[in-house]
Structure formats: structure tokens, C-alpha cells
């Protein structure tokens, strides 16, 4: 991905983390990003229920049910899904975590944390989750979808989309425009 942030952080440099499994073989990622915001409103905007949608696309479809739960789809081969519901745990003093609920198809948690980037440069953005899928066939397929790398370019996607948004008020993206025209030449 992208070199580590140095002494002072740039803003916007990716500081690489390893990413890895555990010792059962799930995997497993840790991604930071440097945004230029106080963790606060940084904060403010990962509770939003819109923000989410936005940062996951791409990966999955995402939206919020009721009191801090999201559904999360995630689209296979061959036209199958998986589908799994997670709830929001937001401690000021750890940062926001999440976790899938007992019933999903991909058991999962994680935590973003927001701590002030070195000579108030912003604010780091940690992003770390962890995968265990379900067993059978589709469990397999799921771990190897989401083994460490496919992860890595997950949480390093989501932590860029999550800095444009905040940062822009909009997520670039390379989809043609509804008005362009079409080449003549």
C-alpha cells in the first residue's frame, strides 16, 4: 500500500500496519490514515447513519435498522449473499467499536479510534477489524474472500473514502456522469 507516516505525519499518508491472522488462521487488519479534523467532528461524522453507507460502498451495502445497528450485504459469486446485522458501541474514552450479531453470516468486530495527529496536524483515524466466518462452503469462501490482503485494500479504501468525505463533503469517484458526452472522435 503506502509508506508510513513520518515523525510529524502528513496528512493523508496511510501508515502501514501489518496486517495478519489470528492464531486460528482469521484474519485480521490494523489501518491508520491521517485526517485533517478534530476527533471530534470526526467522531460526529462515524456516528452519523449515513456516513457508513458511503465509506462501505464498494465492499458491501450497508444501512442503518435502529438504535446503533447496521445491516451489512455483502454480494458472492454466482449470485449468493451474505447478510449480517452489527451493533454500535461508542466509548469516547476507547473510540466506536462494533460487533455482528449472533445470527449473521460472518461473525466480526472492530473499533475506529481518533487520536491528534503529532504537531496538530489533524487527527489519526485507527481502523481495525477482525473476520471469523461461519463454517461449511460458505464459510471457506468467506475466509478466502477476506483473507489479509482483500482486507488491507478494504480498510485502506474505506479509511480514503472516510477522509474525502469528511474532508471534501464528497467521495471522488471515476463513474462516467449522467451529463458527459459521448466520444465523437
Not at 445470527?103 to 504537531?119: T, Y
Not at 479504501?157 to 474532508?167: D, M, P, Q, S, W
Given at each position: 500500500?503506502?509508506?508510513?507516516?513520518?515523525?510529524?505525519?502528513?496528512?493523508?499518508?496511510?501508515?502501514?500496519?501489518?496486517?495478519?491472522?489470528?492464531?486460528?488462521?482469521?484474519?485480521?487488519?490494523?489501518?491508520?490514515?491521517?485526517?485533517?479534523?478534530?476527533?471530534?467532528?470526526?467522531?460526529?461524522?462515524?456516528?452519523?447513519?449515513?456516513?457508513?453507507?458511503?465509506?462501505?460502498?464498494?465492499?458491501?451495502?450497508?444501512?442503518?435498522?435502529?438504535?446503533?445497528?447496521?445491516?451489512?450485504?455483502?454480494?458472492?459469486?454466482?449470485?449468493?449473499?451474505?447478510?449480517?446485522?452489527?451493533?454500535?458501541?461508542?466509548?469516547?474514552?476507547?473510540?466506536?467499536?462494533?460487533?455482528?450479531?449472533?445470527?449473521?453470516?460472518?461473525?466480526?468486530?472492530?473499533?475506529?479510534?481518533?487520536?491528534?495527529?503529532?504537531?496538530?496536524?489533524?487527527?489519526?483515524?485507527?481502523?481495525?477489524?477482525?473476520?471469523?466466518?461461519?463454517?461449511?462452503?460458505?464459510?471457506d469462501?468467506?475466509?478466502?474472500?477476506?483473507?489479509?490482503?482483500?482486507?488491507?485494500?478494504?480498510?485502506?479504501?474505506?479509511?480514503?473514502?472516510?477522509?474525502?468525505?469528511?474532508?471534501?463533503?464528497?467521495?471522488?469517484?471515476?463513474?462516467?456522469?449522467?451529463?458527459a458526452?459521448?466520444d465523437?472522435?
Amino acid at each position: 500500500m503506502v509508506a508510513a507516516i513520518a515523525g510529524a505525519g502528513a496528512v493523508g499518508a496511510l501508515r502501514v500496519q501489518s496486517a495478519r491472522g489470528t492464531a486460528s488462521g482469521q484474519p485480521e487488519v490494523e489501518r491508520s490514515i491521517t485526517i485533517g479534523k478534530t476527533a471530534d467532528e470526526l467522531r460526529r461524522y462515524w456516528l452519523d447513519p449515513g456516513t457508513l453507507p458511503q465509506v462501505m460502498a464498494g465492499f458491501a451495502s450497508v444501512h442503518a435498522t435502529d438504535d446503533g445497528r447496521m445491516h451489512w450485504k455483502l454480494e458472492g459469486p454466482l449470485g449468493r449473499a451474505c447478510e449480517w446485522d452489527t451493533e454500535t458501541v461508542d466509548r469516547a474514552d476507547e473510540g466506536i467499536g462494533w460487533r455482528a450479531l449472533s445470527d449473521g453470516a460472518i461473525a466480526n468486530e472492530g473499533w475506529i479510534r481518533f487520536h491528534p495527529a503529532p504537531a496538530g496536524r489533524g487527527t489519526v483515524v485507527t481502523l481495525r477489524f477482525h473476520f471469523n466466518p461461519t463454517g461449511g462452503a460458505l464459510g471457506d469462501w468467506i475466509l478466502e474472500l477476506l483473507g489479509a490482503a482483500p482486507l488491507r485494500v478494504i480498510a485502506d479504501g474505506a479509511l480514503r473514502r472516510f477522509k474525502n468525505l469528511v474532508e471534501t463533503g464528497e467521495i471522488p469517484t471515476t463513474v462516467r456522469q449522467p451529463a458527459a458526452r459521448a466520444d465523437t472522435h
